[in-house]
């Protein structure tokens, strides 16, 4: 997990300076039932660059949910959601990541970042060229049950260190022993 003052900037209103790229994919049955985003091609971002961009990013507005795709560091997707509207319990933001022919699932936590500001994040790890991204209804930390211990691991270790806390939180309200907190605990020890 990285930190840093540029995280904050990202999490704040609009990301930094930068030139939006839009781009709609193809349809996909793998999508079936998915909000999808847009399709993340680095090589695309690469050809995109100008002495004037100082960073690249695509976004997507979806009801009340602004989506932002980045290129991070050293292989990372860096995917944020930020709202203004009050996600009111259902905090837990599925998402499921295409790449490389491989299917994986993660969870986001939403979490206050100023007054009337909420947003999730998360830091995917292994994108070499490209990746697509589709997000599924929101849910209540409360639902996570057996059947999500490994995307509640995957999603912990992928967790930008600002949301760590979040994580945290969500084992501490499980009764001990919990499978989810235990994985929480496990994740956040590795």
Do not use: N
């Amino acid at each position: 997990m990285k930190t840093g003052p540029h995280r904050l900037l990202l999490f704040r209103r609009k990301p930094g300076p930068g030139t939006p790229i839009r781009q709609e994919p193809e349809t996909d049955s793998a999508f079936t039932g998915l909000l999808r985003l847009p399709r993340f091609d680095r090589a695309m971002l690469w050809r995109a660059t100008t002495r004037s961009t100082q960073r690249l990013y695509l976004e997507k507005k979806a009801g009340d949910v602004r989506y932002v795709l980045r290129d991070g560091e050293q292989d990372i997707l860096e995917i944020v959601a930020m709202t203004s509207i009050d996600p009111a319990g259902r905090t837990v933001l599925p998402i499921t990541v295409f790449t490389g022919g491989l299917r994986t699932d993660y969870l986001m936590l939403f979490q206050p970042q100023g007054p009337g500001e909420w947003a999730a994040a998360l830091d995917v790890p292994g994108v070499l060229e490209w990746a697509d991204s589709g997000v599924h209804e929101r849910r209540e930390p409360r639902s996570l049950d057996a059947r999500d211990l490994a995307a509640v691991k995957r999603s912990v270790l992928a967790a930008p260190d600002l949301w760590v806390p979040a994580w945290k939180a969500v084992a501490q309200a499980r009764a001990d022993g919990d499978p989810v907190r235990v994985t929480i605990e496990e994740a956040r020890r590795s």
